[in-house]
């Protein structure tokens, strides 16, 4: 494989999460008096960490929201993922296939450590990462579209950003990815491919990804 490391983003990539997260963030949102589509949530917000949230409605409404915002969030959305979260088709197949070929991998995600771990438990996934193999924003002073996650990963795992491939469903992943000089394979199962267009190659089936990146 020509990569020495290939980082995953987890919501949307590795589990299925993106259409739960974010039809309750448009929901709770819409609650407080903030009103928020799910198309609305998915175009600002997915692939970002909270901190996003709250910038953007203190920047286009000049109301903070909540102090308590982000533990009812996620009280939500990791009771919605005990009943309902499922790993994306082909997740558990590639991490198998890089298992057996030795190839080096990691989870980069925005979300938070307890997030990424109840969505792995969840679905099952958790086998394929130790604590070793998981980053999350809460690691770095800045979230994507920052290069800093990724940047991170590559550090802690000991491979140089050129060696790396990220595989991303955001477009601001993409812009990590691409600002911390990393390879950036595009998923675009969610998203529309023209959003990803900075990414250097673009896919819709993961099953195709272990292919992709000989």
């Known amino acids: 494989m020509r990569y020495d490391l290939v980082i995953f983003d987890n919501d949307g990539v590795l589990v299925d ?5 974010n039809r309750l963030l448009a929901a709770y949102l819409t609650e407080l008096g903030f009103p928020t589509s799910y198309e609305d949530s998915i175009r600002d917000y997915m ?24 533990d009812v969030f996620h009280a939500r959305v990791f009771a ?21 070929d030795g190839v080096p ?19 099952g996934l ?15 002073g800045r979230g994507k579209p920052a290069p800093d ?15 790396c491939a990220v595989v991303e469903d955001s477009p601001l992943g993409v812009q990590a990815a691409v600002a911390a000089g990393m390879d950036v394979y595009g998923f675009t199962a969610m998203t529309p491919a023209d959003r990803l267009s900075g990414a250097t190659q673009l896919f819709a089936d993961l099953g195709q990804l272990a292919d992709l990146l000989e």
């Open 126 to 140: 958790d086998r394929w990462f130790d604590e070793s193999r998981v980053f999350s924003s809460q690691d770095v």
């Open 17 to 21: 999460s993106e259409p739960i997260s």
């Open 47 to 70: 692939g970002s960490a909270m901190h996003r949230v709250h910038e953007l409605v203190q920047e286009r409404t000049g109301k903070r929201l909540p102090d308590d915002f982000d």
């Open 80 to 100: 919605a993922f005990e009943r309902e979260l499922k790993p994306v088709a082909g997740a558990a197949e590639v991490l198998e296939r890089l298992a057996a």
């Open 149 to 163: 996650l990724f940047l991170y990963a590559a550090e802690r795992t000991g491979v140089a950003p050129g060696r």
């Open 105 to 123: 991998y990691c989870v980069a995600s925005s979300g938070s450590h307890e997030r990424i771990r109840v969505g792995h438990r969840t679905t």
